[in-house]
């Protein structure tokens, strides 16, 4: 709906702008519903009480003081905020592509899930796939929405208005808050099995409303990015569920007692 609404070129009035934060509210609790099929209620609660408080609380500090993102400056578009810096709906669309990265990134890792490093890699690739996000979300939120604007010098490398260390900023804030959900993503008493291509799905989906509001302003080399982005995510998220179909984890093999014993 969002989107048809975005693609008919609909802005609501200043009154009623706070319902475009239904969207990152929705989002946010449909990626945290992909967790409970394989992990209990409780677990995806906490996983999503993390990752609000962590990206809000890191991305507020951001505002404040520059660090880790950059001098931002967040438009009257986008109201309302926390402490009038703070947007209220960012933590919530941060909350929904780190948890939907690293979901994704579960499925696409399926073919070596047995390297000793399993999970050391899946936290930096999701941070990686979350910061890939920013590629769509920035020209979307500096020159589709106008909802906040860089301050950066002209010798410094931008995308799109957005400074290079903001991405970076965007990967630490990933990787701290997907190390800080790591012992809740830990499936102890399991309440279902078996993987999805659901998460993958979704994180295409929010890229993608992105990058068809990108197309409609024509930001083309944007547009391209995301539209491919959003292709090889579902693509290599499909690989590795099938590669997971065809290699089901079994019990593993009762060790064989040395030839004569008795």
Known sequence: ??????????????????????????????????????????????????????????????????????LIRFTERADPKLWDR?????????????????????????????????????????????MLMALSWEPFGVRVKSLWVWQTSERTVC??????????????????????CSPWLIAKHPVKTGLSLYPALLWALINLHFTIGNALRGIWLAAGVGVALSATVVWLAWRGLKFAEANPPGPRPAPQSPPGAS
């Open 1 to 70: 709906m969002a989107t048809a609404l975005l693609v008919a070129g609909f802005e609501p009035p200043a009154r009623w702008r706070w319902t475009e934060g239904l969207l990152p509210l929705l989002a946010a609790f449909a990626v945290a519903g992909t967790l409970l099929r394989r992990l209990p209620l409780q677990n995806a609660v906490c996983i999503a009480a993390i990752a609000l408080v962590f990206t809000g609380g890191i991305m507020a500090c951001g505002v404040t003081s520059g660090v880790p993102f950059g």
């Open 86 to 130: 703070l947007p209220v709906w960012i933590p919530l669309w941060w909350t929904a592509i780190v948890i939907a990265s690293r979901e994704t990134i579960r499925v696409v890792l399926q073919p070596y899930r047995k390297d000793r490093q399993y999970g050391i890699w899946m936290v930096i690739f999701a941070a990686v796939l979350a």
């Open 159 to 180: 995308w799109y208005g957005a400074p290079w260390v903001n991405f970076v900023g965007w990967l630490a804030t990933a990787v701290v808050t997907l190390g800080f």
